[in-house]
T-cell receptor, first 111, second 116 residues
Framework: DAKTTQPPSMDCAEGRAANLPCNHS???????VYWYRQIHSQGPQYIIH???NNETNEMASLIITEDRKSSTLILPHATLRDTAVYYCIVRVVNAGNMLTFGGGTRLMVKP | GAVVSQHPSRVICKSGTSVKIECRSLDFQATTMFWYRQFPKQSLMLMAT?????????EQGVEKDKFLINHASLTLSTLTVTSAHPEDSSFYIC????????????FGPGTRLTVL
C-alpha cells in the first residue's frame, strides 16, 4: 500500500469547517483513499472513502485532487466530539487486504 | 451499521498469566478478522490476520506462540496473550470484514491490557 503523509496536529474552532490534508503522491491506480478516526481509548471509526471522485456522506466530505496525489477530508461544522486522531490510508480493495495506519493527524476542536 | 464487540474492555493480570480477548461480529459474518496493538501515543500496528477455519497470518516480529489466535467461527475470533509480561501491556483492537466489494473493516472498541 502507498504511504501517506499527514500533519501531526491541527486545531479547529468549534462550528467551523475542519480541513484535514493528506498527501499520497505514490498512490496506484487501483488504490482507494480511506479515512478513519480514533477518539481517545476507542477503536477506529470509518468515515469515508473514495477512488477519484469527490465523496460526501453524513459525516464528512472527501476531496481528491485530479492527479489523485492528495486529498482533503472536510468536517463541515466541527464539534468538540470531533476531537480525535484522523488517519488517511490508501489501500487496494480486495479480499483480506489489511489497513496500514500511519501517524495520523490529531485534530483538536476548541470552543 | 456493522457492529464489532470486544470482551473484556479492560483487564489487569499478573505477570506470567494468560489472558484471552474475544472479538465478535454482532450482525454480520466476518470472513476475515484482524488484530492490532496500540501503545500509548502511537498508531495501530497490525499483529495478525485470521480467516475462519484457517491458521492466522502473523506480521513480522509478532510471536505466534505468544499471541494465540483462534477464528473458530464466522462471528468470533479470540486472541490469547500467553505468559503475559509488563511489556505486553497495551491497547488491543480487533477488526472484522465481511468481504464484499469494498472489503470494509469494522473495528471493535478495544481492550486495555495491564500486566503487573
Amino acid at each position: 500500500d502507498a504511504k501517506t503523509t499527514q500533519p501531526p496536529s491541527m486545531d479547529c474552532a468549534e462550528g467551523r469547517a475542519a480541513n484535514l490534508p493528506c498527501n499520497h503522491s505514490t498512490i496506484s491506480g487501483n488504490e482507494y483513499v480511506y479515512w478513519y478516526r480514533q477518539i481517545h481509548s476507542q477503536g477506529p471509526q470509518y468515515i469515508i472513502h473514495g477512488l477519484k471522485n469527490n465523496e460526501t456522506n453524513e459525516m464528512a466530505s472527501l476531496i481528491i485532487t485530479e492527479d489523485r496525489k492528495s486529498s482533503t477530508l472536510i468536517l463541515p461544522h466541527a464539534t468538540l466530539r470531533d476531537t480525535a486522531v484522523y488517519y488517511c490510508i490508501v489501500r487496494v480493495v480486495n479480499a483480506g487486504n489489511m489497513l496500514t495506519f500511519g501517524g495520523g493527524t490529531r485534530l483538536m476542536v476548541k470552543p | 451499521g456493522a457492529v464489532v464487540s470486544q470482551h473484556p474492555s479492560r483487564v489487569i493480570c499478573k505477570s506470567g498469566t494468560s489472558v484471552k480477548i474475544e472479538c465478535r461480529s454482532l450482525d454480520f459474518q466476518a470472513t476475515t478478522m484482524f488484530w492490532y496493538r496500540q501503545f500509548p501515543k502511537q498508531s495501530l500496528m497490525l499483529m495478525a490476520t485470521s480467516n475462519e477455519g484457517s491458521k492466522a497470518t502473523y506480521e513480522q516480529g509478532v510471536e505466534k506462540d505468544k499471541f494465540l489466535i483462534n477464528h473458530a467461527s464466522l462471528t468470533l475470533s479470540t486472541l490469547t496473550v500467553t505468559s503475559a509480561h509488563p511489556e505486553d501491556s497495551s491497547f488491543y483492537i480487533c477488526s472484522a470484514s465481511e468481504g464484499g466489494r469494498y472489503n470494509e473493516q469494522f473495528f471493535g472498541p478495544g481492550t486495555r491490557l495491564t500486566v503487573l
